[in-house]
């Protein structure tokens, strides 16, 4: 599941934010029967980020469900506090967002020694030069192209420049890692953050209130 990062094709993450959390199972079967093989579980503490969402018994029960990569996608205060329950709960990848801590590199390699991938993520108004000395240690690394909470926002322009900038980066120094772009892609939105460079675009209503999934993917990874 977790080779070397192939960085030919993009992936899509389907957000759990947007799905029908009265039917999670069948909502997550649905979309990876379509090919999407990520789901993407934003953890909102009403704190950090605006509302309350789910907490490690959503990803637990999940697990039992599908073989999909989950990404618990923490955007919460104290991360620190919530990585053994959502790598016990069976997160493959569980991303915490630089502004939430002093300490990234102890609580990336926290949730390494827990047994998941690290993923660190950084907000539309943080400048990137807050991840430049942990980028070599972080195995997926997220733009936030709109800011924490709800479903259905636009994407910001300027995150564009920054997705750039770290997918420059990571190409020079032949980094390990993911990039990926959370917040407004969509059908229209998708080509550009592609361009800038990112691999893995999360993608929450375009997926799930889409009439053909498998259509909609297609679209979103330039693949159509």
């Known amino acids: 599941m977790f080779s ?12 759990l934010l947007s799905a029908d959390f009265a039917h999670l199972a069948d909502e997550v079967k649905h ?9 993407h579980v934003e953890v909102n503490d009403g704190v950090f980020s605006p509302e309350i969402t ?7 029960s999940l697990r ?9 996608h923490l955007m919460t205060v104290h991360p620190e506090r919530k990585i053994e329950s959502f790598a016990k709960a069976g997160a493959d990848i569980i991303i915490f967002h630089i502004e939430t801590t002093h300490q990234a590199e102890a609580v990336i390699q926290q949730i390494k020694n827990a047994g998941s991938k690290a993923g660190i993520a950084i907000n539309p108004a943080t400048p990137i030069v807050m991840l430049e000395e942990i980028l070599p240690i972080a195995d997926v690394v997220l733009v936030m192209t709109a800011n924490p909470g709800s479903a259905g926002q636009r994407l910001i322009d300027s995150t564009l420049k920054k997705i750039k900038k770290l997918h420059e980066i990571i190409r020079a120094e032949n980094y390990d890692c993911y990039l990926e772009a959370d917040g407004g892609i969509n059908i229209e ?3 550009a953050v592609r361009e800038a460079g990112a691999n893995i675009l ?3 209503t375009a997926i799930y209130e889409s009439t053909d999934v498998l259509a909609s993917l297609s679209r979103l990874t330039g693949e159509e």
Do not use: N
């Open 4 to 15: 070397k990062v192939d960085r030919s094709k993009v992936k899509v993450a389907a957000s």
């Open 31 to 39: 979309v990876t029967e379509a090919g999407i093989d990520r789901i």
């Open 54 to 60: 789910v907490g490690a018994p959503v990803v637990k």
């Open 64 to 72: 039992k469900t599908t073989d999909a990569i989950i990404e618990a």
């Open 189 to 191: 939105t998708a080509a």
């Open 202 to 204: 999360v993608a929450g």
